[in-house]
């Protein structure tokens, strides 16, 4: 999956990129996961624990991708031309 999406000059100027990339996608699988699990037991309180939980673990990737895409120079620069 690196090799087909390093084709991409955003993720070929920034290698972090991709990291965040899988995080974000592992968290998400964690949380489909957690749920389905969570939903076995018919604990609804446990559930709104878990999306809460997982909400502000998505959110410090999301973060981090935001904070790279602004800071980079060369998106910075192709948005003034």
């Known amino acids: 999956m690196e090799k087909r999406i390093s084709k991409y000059e955003f993720i070929q100027i920034n290698s972090q990129v991709f990291q965040l990339i899988r ?9 489909v996961a957690g749920t389905y699990l969570v939903r076995l037991t018919s604990v609804p309180i446990l559930e709104k624990i878990l999306h809460a939980l997982l909400i502000i673990f998505l959110a410090i990737p999301a973060k981090n991708f935001l904070v790279i895409a602004i800071s980079s120079e060369h998106l910075i620069s192709r948005s003034l031309i």
């Open 23 to 31: 995080r974000a996608t592992f968290l998400t699988l964690v949380m």
